[in-house]
C-alpha cells in the first residue's frame, strides 16, 4: 500500500544543532501536515503546507512543500533538548496515512 | 480541558479477553478516528466516524469494533485478544472528514498502551 518514507529515521544530535528531515511519496498531494509526538504523547500538528514550492515557519521550525508534491521538508534550527521526539510528516487528506517517522534525541 | 480524552491511559490484559476503550471530544468536531502505533511507533488508520456514521475501516480484523454513539464519542471493543494486539491506541478528532484536496488539523488523544499477556 501506499508508504511515506521519512529520513533520516532516528538522529542523535547536539543541543544547538539544526537538523533536517525529509518525507516522500510516490504520490502526488496536495497538502502537506507535519507533526511531532513527544514521548507517551499523541501527535500535535507543527506546521501545515497548501502549496508547492511553499516554505512555511513557525517558530524555530521551517517547512518546504516539494516543487514536485511528492515530497516535504522540515528543518529545526538549533536544536533544544524539549525537540526530541518524533515526527511524521501525512498529507493530511483522505489517505490517513502518516510517515514511517523521524525519531530525533537531543544530547544536552 | 483536555480536547481529545481516552480511558484508560493503561490496559493490561489477558489473552481471549474482551475489552473496551473509551474516547471523548470536547472541540464540537464531526469526524473522529482511531489509529494504531505499533512498537516501532509506525501510526495506522484502522477506522473514521464522521457525525457517527463509518467512513473508513481499514483492513482491521473484525475481533475490533467500532462504536460512536454520539459526535462526541467514539469507542473501541476487542474481542478475544491477541498478543500482536499489544500496541499503542490513539484516538484523533478533526473538524470535518478529511478529504481530497482538503485536509483538517487532527486532535490525538493521549494514547492507550494496550499490553496483552
Known amino acids: 500500500g501506499q508508504q511515506l518514507n521519512q529520513s533520516p529515521q532516528s538522529m542523535f544530535i547536539q543541543e544547538g544543532e539544526d537538523v533536517s528531515m525529509n518525507c516522500t511519496s510516490s504520490s502526488i498531494f496536495n497538502t502537506w501536515l507535519w507533526y511531532k509526538q513527544d514521548p507517551g504523547e499523541g501527535p500535535v500538528l507543527l506546521i501545515a503546507?497548501?502549496?508547492?514550492?511553499e516554505l512555511t515557519s513557525n517558530g524555530r521550525l521551517t517547512a518546504q512543500f516539494g516543487i514536485t508534491r511528492k515530497d516535504s521538508f522540515l528543518n529545526i534550527s538549533a536544536s533544544i533538548p524539549s525537540d526530541v521526539g518524533i515526527y511524521f510528516c501525512?498529507?493530511?487528506?483522505?489517505?490517513?496515512?502518516f510517515g514511517t517517522g523521524t525519531r530525533l534525541k537531543v544530547l544536552a | 480541558d483536555t480536547a481529545v480524552s481516552q480511558t484508560p491511559k493503561y490496559l493490561v490484559t489477558q489473552m481471549g479477553n474482551d475489552k473496551s476503550i473509551k474516547c471523548e471530544q470536547n472541540?464540537?468536531?464531526?469526524?473522529m478516528y482511531w489509529y494504531k502505533q505499533d512498537s516501532k511507533k509506525f501510526l495506522k488508520i484502522m477506522f473514521s466516524?464522521?457525525?457517527?456514521?463509518?467512513?473508513i475501516n481499514e483492513t482491521v480484523p473484525n475481533r475490533f469494533s467500532p462504536k460512536s454513539p454520539d459526535k462526541a464519542h467514539l469507542n473501541l471493543h476487542i474481542n478475544s485478544l491477541e498478543l500482536g494486539d499489544s500496541a499503542v491506541y490513539f484516538c484523533?478528532?478533526?473538524?470535518?472528514?478529511?478529504?481530497?484536496?482538503?485536509?483538517?488539523?487532527?486532535?490525538f488523544g493521549p494514547g492507550t498502551r494496550l499490553t496483552v499477556t
Open positions: 503546507l497548501y502549496k508547492a514550492g
Open positions: 466516524y464522521n457525525n457517527k456514521e463509518l467512513i
Open positions: 484523533a478528532s478533526s473538524q470535518a472528514a478529511l478529504i481530497a484536496g482538503r485536509s483538517y488539523e487532527q486532535y
Open positions: 472541540l464540537g468536531h464531526d469526524t
Open positions: 501525512t498529507p493530511g487528506t483522505y489517505k490517513y496515512i
